[in-house]
């Protein structure tokens, strides 16, 4: 199954919400530009999850090819834009966690004994 191109993704909003296309994509791009614009606060898409910045630490590193292979590099720290998927939304694509049986419909047995 291939991933849905942006003008199917509008097309499909439009449809759901009996909205023109092009309403759709200005909107589209107006929560771009403010998901952009707050990522260093976290800016959240109800029901998806947050788009935000991340600081990662200064740490090391193993070089794996090159002419410095085998050394231990120090990979400076740094911010990265990331997105933190919502539970809600994992839970909708691949189910609630330790999807387990209903266990209140088990009956427990005594296990026979034998009588001498």
């Known amino acids: 199954m291939s991933p849905v191109s942006t003008s199917e993704a509008i097309t499909l909003l439009a449809e759901k919400l009996g909205v023109p296309r092009d309403e759709v994509r200005r909107f589209c791009q ?3 530009e403010l ?3 707050y990522s260093a606060q976290g800016y959240p ?4 999850g947050v788009l935000a910045v991340v600081e990662k630490s200064e740490r090391t590193g193993h070089v794996f090819f090159g002419p410095d292979k085998g050394k231990i590099m120090v990979i400076k720290a740094k911010k990265i834009l990331k997105f933190r998927v919502s ?3 994992k839970d909708i694509v691949f189910g609630p966690p330790g999807d387990l049986p209903d266990v209140s419909m088990i009956e427990i047995h005594e296990r026979p004994t034998i009588d001498d």
């Open 87 to 89: 539970k809600f939304a």
């Open 30 to 32: 107006a929560q771009a």
């Open 45 to 48: 898409i109800r029901g998806v």
């Open 35 to 37: 998901a952009l614009k």
